[in-house]
Nanobody, 121 residues
Framework: QVQLVESGGGSVHSGGSLRLSCEAS????????MGWYRQAPGKQRELVAA???????NYADSVKGRFTISRDNAKDTVYLQMNSLKPEDTAVYYC???????????????WGQGTQVTVSS
């Protein structure tokens, strides 16, 4: 049974920091590309940050320079360090794990249950 379990959400004031964690089980974590997405009320889910199996990262323009994604394969965990938080960062944050074979014969895509982040001004 595959599980992605997020933690670390909460409420902070503008300018504050939070660190989200997502611990995976039931998968070979090291072969999965991992990402953090978020969904604000009335909006579509959007990619916040992603990290490949080799550690290459990419970020949404809105969070560049403020958020950092990292992974610890020994702990089957991906992190999202969020600094200088703004009210517009308020959303439910979801962890995602994705793997596909080179020829795309098999594709696996898993999601966590989400964790709420609320930033007040």
């Amino acid at each position: 049974q595959v599980q992605l379990v997020e933690s670390g959400g909460g409420s902070v004031h503008s300018g504050g920091s939070l660190r989200l964690s997502c611990e995976a089980s039931g998968i070979i974590f090291s072969i999965y590309a991992m990402g953090w997405y978020r969904q604000a009320p009335g909006k579509q889910r959007e990619l916040v940050a992603a990290i490949t199996t080799s550690g290459r990262t990419n970020y949404a323009d809105s969070v560049k320079g403020r958020f950092t994604i990292s992974r610890d394969n020994a702990k089957d965990t991906v992190y999202l360090q969020m600094n200088s938080l703004k009210p517009e960062d308020t959303a439910v944050y979801y962890c995602n794990g994705r793997y596909s074979t080179t020829d795309r014969t098999y594709e696996y895509d898993y999601w966590g249950q989400g964790t709420q982040v609320t930033v007040s001004s």
